[in-house]
């Protein structure tokens, strides 16, 4: 049963950082690319990066240069790391993947930028 399970989610003041994590269950995590996701109170869901199977990445336009995606075999988990943090990047971060053509979602992990 493939599961994800998002962490790392908080409070933070502008200009700061946080790591979120998901751990991964139930699949073979080496053979599917895994991607991060958000959704801001009253809007969609965007894309915000995407980590391959071969370790390359590709990222939205509005988290270049600030955000790093990564995997780690090792535990099954992505990570996401987030620095220089701006009050826009509030929302509810999802990790996701799609296997034999079916979306899986974590159940997502809140980040709040505030002074």
């Known amino acids: 049963q493939v599961q994800l399970v998002e962490s790392g989610g908080g409070l933070v003041q502008p200009g700061g950082s946080l790591r979120l994590s998901c751990a991964t269950y139930g699949f073979a995590f080496s053979s599917l690319a895994i991607a991060w996701y958000r959704q801001a109170p009253g809007k969609q869901r965007d894309f915000v990066a995407r980590?391959?199977?071969?370790?390359?990445?590709t990222y939205s336009n509005s988290v270049l240069g600030r955000f790093t995606i990564s995997r780690d075999g090792s535990n099954n988990t992505v990570y996401l790391q987030m620095n220089d943090l701006k009050p826009e990047d509030t929302a509810d971060y999802y990790c996701?993947?799609?296997?034999?053509?079916?979306?899986?979602w974590g159940q997502g992990t809140q980040v709040t930028v505030s002074s």
């Open positions: 996701q993947i799609n296997r034999n053509m079916k979306d899986y």
């Open positions: 980590v391959f199977t071969n370790d390359g990445t």
